[in-house]
């Protein structure tokens, strides 16, 4: 089992900047990728970044892509995102996801894709 836990949300004026953080535990070793999803009110949940278990060629949706950056430290157990240049429609709340299974090229981007999920925390960027 692996347990999820996102922290770092907040409220924030547009322009500015949030970094979330999801701290991994229990049996994490074995994990292939982990992403970024988020949902907003009224709308289906939508991923956002993904990374591969070695770090190299993350993946992004097109609506970050340049303002969002995921990285995960050296051992893997925290995942984070770094939201730049934050706009109203980036109000959500934000999952951090993980799973095992082998995959090839890039990381999937389907939510169906991801087993393990934390809890979520809140970003809500005023104009």
């Known amino acids: 089992q692996v347990l999820l836990v996102e922290s770092g949300g907040g409220s924030v004026q547009a322009g500015g900047s949030l970094r979330l953080s999801c701290a991994a535990s229990?049996?994490?070793?074995?994990?292939?990728?982990m992403g970024w999803f988020r949902q907003a009110s009224g709308k289906e949940r939508e991923g956002v970044a993904f990374?591969?278990?070695?770090?190299?060629?993350?993946l992004y949706d097109d609506s970050v892509k340049g303002r969002f950056t995921i990285s995960q430290d050296n051992n893997r157990k925290t995942l984070y995102l770094q939201m730049n240049s934050l706009k109203p429609e980036d109000t959500a709340m934000y999952y951090c996801?993980?799973?095992?299974?082998?995959?090839?090229?890039?990381?999937?981007?389907?939510?169906?894709?991801?087993?393990?999920w934390g809890q979520g925390t809140q970003v809500t960027v005023s104009s």
């Open positions: 990374i591969p278990f070695d770090g190299v060629r993350p």
């Open positions: 229990g049996s994490t070793a074995g994990i292939t990728r």
């Open positions: 996801a993980a799973d095992f299974r082998w995959f090839t090229g890039n990381p999937p981007t389907s939510a169906l894709q991801y087993n393990y």
